[in-house]
């Protein structure tokens, strides 16, 4: 089982803001995620990364962008908030393959409410 | 193109009782991986269940298993002697192993468990 991490769990902020929602694992994998959530809905693919120095756009343009300087870290930025960026964020990892089953270890998510 | 259907929206169970929800998916992969997952009003995702394309044993995991009919292409969850605690949204995945790193979700069921 992974240990995955996001912060903060709850954030509300005003339009305009530039924020950044951050994620962490300790297990080393390196394949990492994030998607966007509205309460009850699907989940939509943000970005993800395959490791260090590799990201790619997910099919949900949300005017964010990430970075993967580490493996264990994988933040994600908001430049200028705005309402319809409010949503859950769940940030997720994957173990290499041929570690174990292929799925992925969700984090606790953030909620971000923008004003 | 990767696809999951969930049709039903909203299930109602009583507690004890065994209860399905319907998963359909459409790919172009001859190798797949099909999961489950559990979201609880807290909203963190939690994994459940696996299974590959190449398995020809539906997948069990305690209380629950999957119902896997490839040629229908339908991976139903099972849950069986369903608990209080099992109300939750359940959301059906699936990834390719040859179209890349994205996991398709479906738009969830939201099982509710009578006492």
């Not at chain 1, 930025?77 to 309402?83: D, F, K, Q």
């Not at chain 2, 998916?25 to 394309?53: H, N, R, V």
Request: charged residues 15%; negative net charge; aromatic residues 12%.
């Amino acid at each position: 089982e992974a240990d995955i991490y996001q912060t903060p769990r709850y954030l509300v902020i005003g339009t305009g803001k530039k924020i950044t929602l951050e994620c962490s694992q300790t297990m080393g994998h390196d394949k990492m995620y994030w998607y966007q959530q509205d309460p009850g809905m699907e989940l939509h693919l943000i970005h993800y990364s395959y490791g260090v120095n590799s990201t790619e756009k997910g099919d949900l343009s949300s005017e964010s962008t990430v970075s993967r300087i580490r493996t264990e870290h994988f933040p994600l930025t908001l430049e200028s908030a705005r309402p319809s960026h409010t949503s859950q964020y769940l940030c997720a990892s994957r173990l290499p393959p041929g570690q174990g089953i292929d799925t992925q270890y969700f984090g606790p998510g953030t909620r971000l409410t923008v004003l | 193109a990767q696809k999951i259907t969930q049709t039903q929206p909203g299930m109602f169970v009583q507690e004890k009782e065994a209860v399905t929800l319907d998963c359909t998916y459409d790919t172009s992969d001859q190798s797949y991986g099909l999961f489950w997952y559990k979201q609880p009003s807290s909203g963190e995702m939690i994994f459940l269940i696996y299974q590959g394309s190449y398995d020809e044993q539906n997948a069990t995991e305690g209380r629950y298993s999957l119902n896997f009919q490839k040629a229908r292409k339908s991976a139903n969850l099972v849950i069986s002697a369903s608990q209080l605690g099992d109300s939750a949204m359940y959301f059906c995945a699936m990834r390719g192993f040859f179209t890349g790193n994205q996991f398709y979700f479906g738009t969830g069921t939201s099982l509710t468990v009578i006492p």
